[in-house]
C-alpha cells in the first residue's frame, strides 16, 4: 500500500485543518488507519485510528473533541479534521495502515505515508 497525506499547511491558533490520505496498491477497507505526529524533539505519538468499516474510531486524549477522523472506502482515502487548533499541535502529521487491531501501537503499522507539515501559530 502507498499512502500519500497531503492538507498540512499554516493555520492560526484556533482555526482547523482538514488531512487526507489516499491509497494506491491496495485497497484500504482491509487496513486498520491510523494517524500519527511527531512534533520537533519528541517521539513519534498516537492521533486517531479508524476501523476497517469506519464504524470504530479511537482518540488520544488530548485529540479528544477536537479531532475527527472518517474514511471513505469506496475513494480509498481517510481525513483527519482537526478544529480548535492549538500552537501544540505542531507537528508532521503521518497516516498509517495496519492489518492489525492494535490501532495505538506504532510497531503495528505495516504501511506509512510521508507525512504533512501542521503549524500552528499562536
Known amino acids: 500500500v502507498q499512502l500519500q497525506a497531503c492538507g498540512g499547511g499554516l493555520v492560526q491558533a484556533g482555526g482547523s485543518l482538514r488531512l487526507s490520505c489516499a491509497a494506491s496498491?491496495?485497497?484500504?477497507?482491509?487496513?486498520?488507519m491510523g494517524w500519527f505526529r511527531q512534533a520537533p524533539g519528541k517521539e513519534r505519538e498516537f492521533v486517531a485510528a479508524?476501523?476497517?468499516?469506519?464504524?470504530?474510531?479511537w482518540y488520544a486524549d488530548s485529540m479528544k473533541g477536537r479531532f475527527t477522523i472518517s474514511r471513505d472506502n469506496a475513494k480509498n482515502t481517510v481525513y483527519l479534521q482537526m478544529n480548535s487548533l492549538k500552537p501544540e499541535d505542531t507537528a508532521v502529521y503521518y497516516c498509517?495502515?495496519?492489518?492489525?487491531?492494535?490501532?495505538?501501537?506504532?510497531?503495528?503499522?505495516?504501511?506509512w505515508g510521508q507525512g504533512t507539515l501542521v503549524t500552528v501559530s499562536s
Open positions: 498509517a495502515a495496519t492489518g492489525s487491531n492494535f490501532y495505538n501501537m506504532i510497531n503495528a503499522y505495516d504501511y
Open positions: 496498491g491496495r485497497t484500504l477497507s482491509n487496513y486498520v
Open positions: 479508524i476501523s476497517r468499516s469506519g464504524g470504530s474510531t
